[in-house]
């Protein structure tokens, strides 16, 4: 794996997830209806500065909880790999609420499409709205995010890697190139 570009530094993936975070109480005209679903691993992580970010315009923090959406997964079957599951964490009820589902980057749209699975089997919420830190393209499922963070790109040998302090060490995001074995 060969870093190509460094896309975003820490600097500026702050000023994005405040965008975000504004972009998401313009939209639902203020932030008491709304809960943050963040999809593991750095979702939960982009979900939880969104919060922060909420509480300090509003002064509100929304409900968080953590999605988990491996058994949801149309190909959960099929791989190769031995999958890790991990805890969803929703203690709240999200019926009669705008849930916003976030996730770090939106690829074939099959991840979010399990989540929607899960979501629904909780509740029935007014609205679900996605909200994601980088789309890359190429979906396969016609699935688009309601706030982007940043578009990039990407071929299909390329990945975005994002990088967040809470499990990285550092803040910031990358495009990189797959070498084929």
């Keep these: 794996m060969d870093i190509k570009a460094k896309i975003i530094d820490s600097v500026g993936l702050d000023r994005t997830i405040t965008r975000l975070a504004h972009e998401i109480i313009e939209h639902n005209k203020g932030s008491e209806n709304i809960v943050l679903l963040g999809m593991r691993t750095r979702g939960e992580y982009l979900a939880k500065r969104i ?4 509480l300090f315009i ?13 058994l949801y997964r149309d190909d959960f079957r099929i791989r190769l790999k031995q ?7 929703i203690s709240f009820d999200l019926s009669e609420k705008d849930v916003i589902l976030v996730d770090d980057v939106l690829f074939t749209g099959r991840t979010v499409r399990a989540a929607l699975d899960a979501i629904m089997d909780m509740g029935r919420p007014n609205t679900i ?9 190429h979906r396969e499922m016609p699935i688009t995010a309601d706030y982007i963070g940043k578009n990039i790109p990407t071929s299909i040998n390329e990945e975005v890697k994002v990088k967040m302090t809470e499990i990285d060490d550092e803040d910031s995001v990358y495009l990189v190139e797959i070498k084929n074995s």
């Design 83 to 89: 999958p890790e599951v991990s805890v969803t964490d």
């Design 51 to 54: 919060q922060a970010k909420i």
């Design 129 to 137: 709205q996605f909200c994601v830190l980088v789309d890359r393209g």
């Design 58 to 70: 509003e002064g509100v923090s929304p409900n968080l909880g953590i999605l988990d959406t491996t």
